[in-house]
């Protein structure tokens, strides 16, 4: 992994210079420091580091309206709150400004050292799951077309826009819960949702409710298999998928998911188009 | 499903609620019914999956929406059902689902649940199995409806 470039930011001098000095003997790069929320922010600005180290009293704004100015110049940037306060309401406060961890005054150097060693592998964890986790899907999606209808998908325009979409008619929903949390929707016409079923279930004339089934079973199969593969590829990730959710009417409008990355891709299918569209959140659950 | 469960959502819109200046809260009424669901305009779905799972769906108007959209942001006037609206109902189920998942880790079950998905429009949802439950909340009068469709995994 390369350098990790780190900044201080607390309002004693002397707690900047023992704190970078803890950091620089455990092999970090210091490579700023500030006394105030203007200074970090200007530093920040400059510099661009990894990671800050931030205090909680601080002169012009307390250590977690700092960190929220300074996500707002980088959304990824991982702050680790270094104070001599640290009860529940503080951590309580501190997982809500989106901070990345904590550690008490004085500080220890091997405790904060393996802290920001964790935080920059679960930001290369994501990376790596950013990387291959649409790929999974369609996989998926394309063996699960193979096996239950004998004839593979043809994958049409592919994006990575996380915007409000219009449904076709029938949406599946289905929760991922893992080391990252995200989802997958399958968004289909009625048409493509009922030849589906007939094409499974052998038969015409389906009641909604047995189409609502065939379309949530095969939705969980495609997310599960999909999850599977992720999971393979490196346990960490932990995924598990919720059990599916199918939305269905005349005008559905789903909302932008907020999540840290999405892909979405039409496929043709020879029960008709069906678009598949997954994403995932870069924050870590139950934290 | 355990009784104490499904309290736990009720008791997560209590608690939530008022913590943005909503006071007028109250449960309604509690009633069972079959999977599918008639939404009322916009509906956020979240999954769950641990030692019980499923999903549950907050449903409102969008007029109600914009209404708790509003409290949420201190007041501030929200005139249509908009990306900030959306957002903050999304959040508001994120919330309520998490403390109730909490609340019922309590009797000793663990619970996870997925990132809310949000629709609005005309449409109608499944839930998760054969059962539902319906907890009809009142928010300033108005109607919020919490559908909780769990099952115990062994």
Same mark, same amino acid.
């Given at each position: 992994?390369? &350098?990790?470039?780190?900044?201080?930011?607390?309002?004693?001098?002397?707690?900047?210079?023992?704190?970078?000095?803890?950091? &620089?003997?455990?092999?970090?790069?210091?490579?700023?420091?500030?006394?105030?929320?203007?200074?970090?922010?200007?530093?920040?600005?400059?510099?661009?580091?990894?990671?800050?180290?931030? @205090?909680?009293?601080?002169?012009? $704004?307390?250590?977690?309206?700092?960190?929220?100015?300074?996500?707002?110049? @980088?959304?990824?940037?991982?702050?680790?709150?270094?104070?001599?306060?640290?009860?529940?309401?503080?951590?309580?406060?501190?997982?809500?400004?989106?901070?990345?961890?904590?550690?008490?005054?004085?500080?220890?150097?091997?405790?904060?050292?393996?802290?920001?060693?964790?935080?920059?592998?679960?930001?290369?964890?994501?990376?790596?799951?950013?990387?291959?986790?649409?790929?999974?899907?369609?996989?998926?999606?394309? @063996?699960?077309?193979?096996?239950?209808?004998?004839?593979?998908?043809?994958?049409?325009?592919?994006?990575?826009?996380?915007? &409000?979409?219009?449904?076709?008619?029938?949406?599946?929903?289905? $929760?991922?819960?893992?080391?990252?949390?995200?989802?997958?929707?399958?968004?289909?016409?009625?048409?493509?949702?009922?030849?589906?079923?007939?094409?499974?279930?052998?038969k015409e004339i389906l009641k909604t409710e047995e189409i609502i089934n065939v379309i949530g079973?095969?939705?969980?199969?495609?997310?599960?298999?999909?999850?599977?593969?992720?999971?393979?590829?490196?346990?960490?990730?932990?995924?598990?998928?919720?059990?599916?959710?199918?939305?269905? $009417? &005349?005008?559905?409008?789903?909302?932008? $998911?907020?999540?840290?990355?999405?892909?979405?891709?039409?496929?043709?299918?020879?029960?008709?188009?069906?678009?598949?569209?997954?994403?995932?959140?870069?924050?870590?659950?139950?934290? | 499903?355990?009784?104490?469960?499904?309290?736990?959502?009720?008791?997560?819109?209590?608690?939530?609620?008022?913590?943005?200046?909503?006071?007028?809260? !109250?449960?309604?009424?509690?009633?069972?019914?079959?999977?599918?669901?008639?939404?009322?305009?916009?509906?956020?779905?979240?999954?769950?999956?641990?030692?019980?799972?499923?999903?549950?769906?907050?449903?409102?108007?969008?007029?109600?929406?914009?209404?708790?959209?509003?409290?949420?942001?201190?007041?501030?006037?929200?005139?249509?059902?908009?990306?900030?609206?959306?957002?903050?109902?999304?959040?508001?189920?994120? %919330?309520?689902?998490?403390?109730?998942?909490?609340?019922? !880790?309590?009797?000793?079950?663990?619970?996870?649940?997925?990132?809310?998905?949000? %629709?609005?429009?005309?449409?109608?949802?499944?839930?998760?199995?054969?059962?539902?439950?319906?907890?009809?909340? !009142?928010?300033?009068?108005?109607?919020?409806?919490?559908?909780? !469709?769990?099952?115990?995994?062994?």
């Amino acid at each position: 992994m390369n &350098e990790i470039k780190i900044v201080v930011v607390d309002d004693s001098p002397f707690s900047v210079t023992m704190i970078s000095n803890i950091l &620089e003997e455990n092999g970090f790069s210091v490579v700023g420091s500030a006394n105030s929320m203007a200074e970090a922010v200007e530093v920040v600005a400059k510099i661009k580091p990894d990671v800050v180290t931030m @205090d909680m009293t601080m002169p012009g $704004g307390d250590g977690l309206e700092c960190t929220k100015a300074l996500h707002i110049l @980088d959304p990824d940037l991982k702050v680790v709150i270094v104070s001599s306060m640290m009860d529940e309401e503080i951590i309580h406060k501190a997982k809500k400004a989106k901070v990345s961890g904590y550690v008490q005054k004085p500080l220890d150097g091997e405790e904060i050292s393996l802290l920001i060693h964790r935080i920059m592998a679960d930001e290369h964890l994501f990376v790596e799951l950013e990387e291959m986790y649409f790929q999974a899907f369609k996989e998926a999606f394309t @063996d699960t077309c193979n096996k239950f209808f004998k004839s593979v998908p043809v994958y049409l325009e592919e994006n990575t826009e996380d915007a &409000e979409q219009t449904s076709r008619g029938i949406s599946v929903v289905l $929760g991922i819960i893992g080391k990252y949390g995200g989802r997958m929707i399958l968004d289909m016409s009625a048409e493509t949702a009922k030849k589906t079923a007939e094409i499974l279930l052998a038969k015409e004339i389906l009641k909604t409710e047995e189409i609502i089934n065939v379309i949530g079973e095969i939705s969980n199969i495609i997310a599960g298999n999909a999850c599977s593969m992720i999971n393979k590829k490196n346990n960490l990730y932990g995924l598990r998928v919720a059990p599916p959710t199918v939305v269905y $009417g &005349e005008a559905i409008t789903i909302s932008k $998911g907020e999540l840290n990355t999405v892909s979405s891709v039409l496929a043709d299918t020879v029960c008709g188009q069906v678009c598949i569209n997954v994403g995932f959140n870069r924050s870590e659950q139950n934290e | 499903m355990n009784k104490q469960y499904l309290e736990a959502f009720s008791k997560a819109y209590l608690d939530i609620f008022p913590q943005f200046g909503i006071v007028d809260v !109250s449960l309604m009424k509690e009633s069972q019914g079959g999977r599918i669901i008639e939404t009322a305009g916009v509906a956020c779905i979240v999954g769950i999956v641990g030692e019980l799972a499923g999903n549950v769906i907050f449903s409102m108007s969008e007029d109600v929406g914009k209404r708790i959209a509003s409290y949420m942001m201190g007041g501030m006037e929200v005139e249509a059902f908009d990306e900030i609206a959306q957002s903050a109902i999304s959040e508001l189920g994120n %919330m309520l689902a998490a403390s109730a998942c909490i609340g019922i !880790s309590e009797f000793g079950k663990t619970l996870d649940i997925s990132t809310p998905t949000l %629709m609005h429009g005309d449409f109608s949802v499944s839930g998760s199995y054969e059962t539902v439950h319906h907890l009809e909340m !009142s928010v300033d009068s108005l109607d919020f409806h919490i559908y909780v !469709s769990l099952e115990e995994r062994s």
